[in-house]
């Protein structure tokens, strides 16, 4: 057993491996645990002849620490030439590909979170409405004039697809005992041609206060909040008067965007008392507000994104930006 | 509705500049959609709500202004004349059904000269939007636009007979002043005489009875009519005018006899006529109703504090006669004038209160109950979908829920089970969409251009034609993803570990039968017996339709159902000794499943096994191998060689017992 000629049959070889893998290969075939040449000797040990026996484990595992060695150095100089050999930092980093949540998700949550903390929660509901809460129930009877703003499609005569998201207001009051504070975010549809600004289905985050103790004022200090909230510090909001059949008295609210000046996005007011009896609520016993609002004109303005049709067109290039 | 300043300042003073004008109108709640000059004239196009017709009207307006600025109102005296000494002409009118036209002025006009508008007249209608045609039908527009009361004038010799008001009969028809016939539908309002219907009422007037230069006589007909039964005379016709505009509202139901007199008045001073017949008014007068309201309901529901003054104040200003109920201090009595038609009950006399006030002066408030009423959602588990599925990767999108049979047919679906809308307005948006997966494949079809692999998932309901226990179609919400340029096990991977982030454990994954859109590599998914949805490859048919040429995968599942699945997941610490790891070569049948080796090796091993890995799959010499890694452990003690070699012959012989040949090297 020459261990010398062991070492420098490794010396050579491992002069001529480069890569890894060829690395890897010949600390297979040198210190591998069951065919490797270091362990094998080690087995033969025991049977070599007594006087020859003393020291031999010492030399080989002398051997086997100068191999490591060797093999550590060698791979950890692979390790070294991966990094670039000037400590050039103006290199452009790797480009990562990660997972996304659309800028819709981002702007409903925010929107959910600055309503949390005036207590309100949520709640969703069906979108294939039955004209009933959609309109009935909301103050609005067959053929009521009002529903000729509200391009509404229909499956059937007494099955449409819902026009906003008040169609929640009802169905979530005849579930839920007052007091409720509760948004209902969603998506709704208007039978419209689509452009830049209009798509047939869009959403819509209405909002609910029913208590019994509630105001216009405190409907207008919760929109003001909210407008602070998200458009930041200088925001505020200007209100108008409106006709909705299912508040009143109804408003329209403009909020004060920083550098877009007044922008139209709410409409709101105190909860009609027939919307209240139509949920089996006393109006004597309760008041309540609610408000309505477009999350697709939120996020454009947050982004500054001009054209609605590029949220549902879902280019990768776009969503990458979120 | 448009109309000139110059008009409005007939009837109320205006100072202030046109667009501090505008502002205050909106403001307390009448919207100017545009402000246009031409010279020294200001144009105001208003929109107005449905409920106030009242302010489809140039008087209307000027009433609005004077109640905002606390400036009087002065409108036009009527016809002081409504009697004759003796009849010349006369005309009968009969009206069967009062629910149709509940009331209504009449007369008979005479010693007409139609010609054109004098300037003013023509002037201030084309101002208005509306184009001058002579002086009668200009002279009826131009009350309509000044009181907002439509009407309508018959030349008197084209009738003959009875006038007879009813509904009409499914198919009759009627050439409308525009030239156009009219084919009726069942239910709308006409008049006829004894030959022949001679108006479409409320929308537009008869050819066979219009005013035109030879006109000496008119009869003048300022009606009521039933709302609903213009509107849908007016809908099922597409015929809209000015007129069936306010005719289709609810109109004041004192105003026919004044607009009858101002109309008569201006005919006199502009065509010579004279009133050659008794004016008949049917309904009327119209009693006005009234109110009790209490002070402390306008101060509670809008939350300022306002003194019972300012309340009487405002409200006498809009034209509602208030009194004091002497018995009852916190109440007040009030006379609702005809023409506010929307007044209904006492919380719209609240919105007159703030509108009036201004809004913009409320203080702003919060509402004062200790924040959380209720207790928000335990967990926003849709939130917790969305994150998981991002954390993996996977790219989130917003498709569209309303889609096109070509869309559909592409994915193989046959449009024949969706539900559809019964009035499409584009071809693009007529079905609602049965799965996820088609706006999935639409969205990475936009991107496979650009992107070699990518990987999307939307949260969003689907439709299903059949009908539910409340009475609507199913439209359950889903969870799907899409994998583009991923095989098979990646993209189970993926939903393995989504599962396993909302703690849904005990996952099967089965063989199915083929299943439009998926092709043929199918899985069912399941959780403790309960199916979640599917995992499976795009069939190529369907991924060529939407240029996309990689391998795809695709997965659904149902939101609720993974609700009712998740867990809390509880933590498992490291195991405390060493992990012993070993390969296993095995050849196996082509059709061995996986998971019934997985199961074999449970079996050996016992407790001992800590983790199984599938390495490596390929074939030698035609037959299937694989190798596996198997990692042991043992909760208390280090696994010594002699424990593993009994643990690997229990493996070894279980393997052996399904049929698997292990070669261990």
Known sequence: MDLNKILSQFNKESHQAQSEKEIEALRIKYLGRKTGILPKLTERIPRLPVAQRKGVGTEIRKLRSQIEDVLYEKAKGKKESAKPSAEDISVPGSKIETGSLHPMTLVIEEVKNIFHFLGFTWDDGPEVESDIYNFQKLNMPPNHPARDVQQTYYINEKIILRTHTSNMQVRYLEKNKPPVRVLFPGRAYRRDMPDATHLPSFYQIEGLLVDNKSSLTDLLGSLDYFAKAYFGKKSKIRVYGHNFPYTEPSIEVEVYHPSKGWIEILGAGMVHPNVLRNAGVDPQKFRGWAFGMGPDRLLMLKYEIADIRTLYNNDIRFLNQF | ?665
């Open chain 2, 1 to 665: 509705m448009r109309a000139p300043i110059s008009w409005i300042k007939e009837y109320v003073e205006i100072k202030e500049p046109a667009e501090k004008l505008a502002e205050d109108l909106q403001f307390s709640g009448t919207k100017v959609e545009s402000i246009a000059s031409e010279g020294t004239e200001v144009i105001f196009d208003f929109e107005i709500t449905p409920n106030r017709p009242d302010c489809l009207s140039v008087i209307g307006i000027a009433r609005e202004i004077a109640a905002i600025y606390q400036r009087k109102l002065t409108t036009p005296s009527a016809f002081s004349v409504t009697s004759v000494e003796k009849e010349e002409k006369s005309v009968q009118f009969e009206v069967a059904d009062k629910k149709l036209c509940s009331s209504y002025s009449l007369g008979v006009i005479d010693y007409v000269k139609v010609g054109p508008s004098p300037d003013w007249l023509a002037k201030r209608l084309e101002k208005s939007g509306l184009r001058s045609i002579n002086n009668i039908v200009d002279i009826t527009n131009y009350v309509m636009l000044e009181i907002g009361q439509p009407m309508h004038a018959f030349d008197y010799d084209k009738i003959s007979g009875a006038m007879n008001l009813r509904t009409s009969k499914i198919g009759e028809t009627l050439v409308t002043l525009d030239g156009v016939k009219r084919v009726l539908p069942a239910g709308a309002i006409i008049i006829e005489d004894k030959e022949k219907i001679v108006d479409l009422a409320g929308l537009m007037g008869g050819e066979n009875s219009e005013v035109d230069e030879s006109t000496q006589t008119l009869i003048l007909h300022v009606p009521l009519y039933n709302p609903l039964a213009i509107r849908k005379a007016s809908q099922y016709l597409g015929l809209r005018s000015e007129a069936s505009n306010r005719f289709e509202k609810k109109l004041d139901p004192n105003a026919h006899r004044y607009a009858f007199e101002r109309t008569a008045q201006l005919m006199g001073e502009v065509a010579g006529a004279k009133l050659v017949s008794e004016v008949t008014s049917v309904g009327y007068p119209h009693k006005e109703g009234s109110l009790v309201v209490p002070f402390s309901l306008v101060s509670e529901v809008l939350g300022i504090s306002i003194s019972k003054e300012q309340i009487k104040n405002i409200l006498e200003r809009l034209g509602f006669a208030t009194q004091h109920q002497v018995d009852k201090a916190d109440e007040f009595k009030l006379k609702v004038p005809t023409f506010r038609t929307d007044i209904e009950e006492p919380i719209d006399i609240v919105e007159e209160v703030g509108r009036i006030y201004g809004y913009n002066n409320f203080p702003k408030t919060l509402p004062s109950r200790p924040s959380v009423v209720q207790f928000p959602r335990q967990t926003d588990f849709e939130g917790k979908v969305r994150r998981a599925l991002a954390l993996l990767g996977l790219k989130e999108v917003y498709t569209g829920s309303l889609t096109s049979a070509k869309i559909l047919d592409r994915a193989g679906i046959r449009v024949e089970n969706c539900l559809k809308v019964a009035n499409r307005l584009v071809i693009d948006y007529e079905y609602l969409r049965p799965t996820l997966i088609v706006g999935l494949l639409l969205a990475s079809s936009a991107n496979i251009e650009r992107f070699e692999r990518f990987s999307l998932f939307e949260v969003g309901r689907i439709f299903e034609k059949n009908i539910e226990k409340n009475g609507l179609p199913s439209q359950p919400k889903k969870v799907a993803g899409i994998f583009i340029n991923y095989d098979f096990k990646r993209a189970k991977g993926i939903v393995e570990n989504f599962l396993g982030k909302l703690g849904i454990g005990s996952l099967e994954f089965m063989a199915t039968e083929n299943n439009s859109p998926y092709g043929s590599t199918i899985a069912k998914i399941s959780s403790v017996n309960k199916s979640i949805g599917m995992l499976g490859s795009i069939e190529e048919k369907i991924l060529t339709s939407y240029d996309i040429s990689a391998s795809t995968y695709a997965f659904e599942l149902d939101f609720e159902i993974l609700r009712s699945l998740q867990s809390e997941r509880k933590y498992k610490p490291p195991p405390k000794y060493p992990i012993v790891k070993e390969n296993i070569s095995l050849f196996v049948n082509q059709n061995t499943k996986f998971s019934n080796i997985r199961k074999a090796i449970r079996k050996g091993a016992g407790h001992s096994l800590f983790n199984l890995t599938l390495l490596e799959e390929k074939s030698v010499k035609g037959k299937r191998s694989l190798l596996l890694g198997i990692e042991y452990f043992d909760l208390f003690k280090t696994l010594e060689r002699r424990h593993i070699e009994v643990i690997r012959e229990k493996v070894l012989k279980e393997l052996v017992n399904i049929d698997t040949q292990p070669r261990i090297s």
